[in-house]
Each structure stands twice: as C-alpha cells, then as structure tokens.
C-alpha cells in the first residue's frame, strides 16, 4: 500500500539512499543535514557525517537543526575541532561523498552558489562557497540536491562555485581535480546522474507522479534520458518514520 507522502520529502529520502553503510559523508547545510540523519536512521547505521563547522558525529543529532551549527548538533558529538582539521579530511581523500545544494547547476554538474547576473552587477549576490568548492573537488563522489525549475537546471552556470565536470569529458581530470565528480541530482522531481564520455547528466529516474514530459519542459538545456530510464522507489514505512524523527515539526519536508 502507497504511504502518504510529499514531493519534498521524496526528495529527501531519495538523497538519504545515496549514502552507504560505513561512508565518510561531507555534509551540507540544510537538506543535506536531514538526509544524513534518515539515512544514518535506516539503512547507513555506520555512517560518519562530517561537517565544516568542526563537528564529526555518528548519530543524528537528537534535536532540530536549522544549521550545522546548532547547538544539539555539538552535543553528543564523536569529535568536535576546528575547520582545518575537518577539511582536512578532504584533502586526504578520507571523505567518501560530499553533499551539498545550489541555486543553480549545470548539464555537466556544476554549482553556482555565489552570483546571479553576472559578476560585476549581479541582479543576486548568493552566500558564496563555504566549503562546497571543497567538498566538491575532492570528494570522492559529489550528490547534489535542489528544487527542479527550468531557471535552477540551466545549459551552463552564470559562475561556476563547486566544480562538476567542468567542460565536460575529462575537463575534470586534466584540471588536476581529485574527486570523482557529481554522482546524483536529485531534484524533486526526478534523479540525473551523469552518462557516457561527456559525463552530461541524464534523467535517470523519475517521481511517482511526474512525467518526463513535465521534467524536460523544466530543465534549462535539452535533457537526454539514460537508457535505463526507470521510476524512483517510493518511500518506505522505515524512510519515513525516520524522517519524521528527525524533522519532527516538519520544518524541512
């Protein structure tokens, strides 16, 4: 029997599956925080969340957090330490997949968080890297995650903050970037991973209850579709019990 849920909450379950057991996860502000927390609830009991404020824990913090610098998100924690210490990790390729959002990204994944309109009179002027240029160059995988709209999913970034894969093919490489690169999007709607030597991402996955048809007029460049085209699992009566744990006022979902 189909559980009662909503597109935003998909979407967080769907980025919780990307993490696996006994990971290393870099993770971002805000959805990020609460994907770690279901998949650490779920199926990743070993996983390890690491975040740039200094903080590396193992489980979810047990109250809400708005940002990764919460106070519960301290207490309790395996390990708590400064920002060089915690990016550190990353240049030692110990850090097995970042995970980070964006205003905008890209056909070859890559991240704009930091202007819109241009630089020298952006119409926006966005928060910036923190440390998702990092976590994205030297991740060993990259998972992003945002609303699917046509003016957020766009044929090239305004400015390019974490890097995907650049030009595309192996731009990455030749540019000495030691992380593999993005792995997933996951929007809410569907899943694009990359496909094929360009490493340009490809739907890969659609919602219960979206079309390809509504996912292609959403999406800023000619979006090809992967051969093995299927529909996103639903979520499980485990998934979301989880979720509820952690976002119990249903701040994020």
């Not at 048809?213 to 992967?226: S, V």
Request: with cysteine; hydrophobic share 40%.
């Amino acid at each position: 029997m189909s559980l009662d849920y909503s597109t935003q909450e998909l979407m967080i379950i769907a980025s919780a599956r990307e993490i696996k057991d006994n990971e290393r996860i870099f993770v971002g502000m805000r959805l990020p925080i609460t994907a770690y927390g279901v998949a650490r609830l779920t199926h990743a009991p070993n996983a390890v969340g690491l975040f740039e404020s200094g903080i590396a824990r193992y489980e979810p913090a047990d109250g809400m957090l708005y940002t990764m610098c919460d106070a519960p998100n301290q207490l309790g924690a395996a390990w708590t330490c400064g920002l060089i210490q915690i990016m550190g990790m990353l240049s030692g390729g110990r850090v097995h997949a970042g995970f980070i959002g964006g205003a905008e990204i890209d056909k070859f994944g890559n991240i704009n968080t930091s202007y819109i309109g241009g630089i020298e009179n952006p119409k926006v002027k966005l928060p910036g890297s923190g440390g998702a240029a990092d976590i994205a160059a030297m991740s060993q995988r990259l998972i992003a995650i945002m609303n699917h709209e046509k003016h957020r999913l766009v044929e090239k970034v305004e400015f390019i903050t974490s890097p995907g894969f650049l030009d595309g093919g192996d731009a990455r490489k030749r540019a000495g970037l030691p992380g593999a690169g993005p792995s997933a999007v996951i929007t809410d709607r569907a899943i694009l991973r990359p496909h094929g030597p360009t490493n340009e991402l490809h739907l890969s996955t659609i919602h219960p209850g979206h079309s390809q048809a509504e996912i292609l007029e959403n999406t800023g460049w000619d979006l090809k579709i992967a051969p093995d085209l299927s529909e996103t699992p639903e979520p499980s009566s485990a998934e979301m019990d989880a979720l509820h744990q952690i976002d119990k006022d249903g701040y994020w979902r």
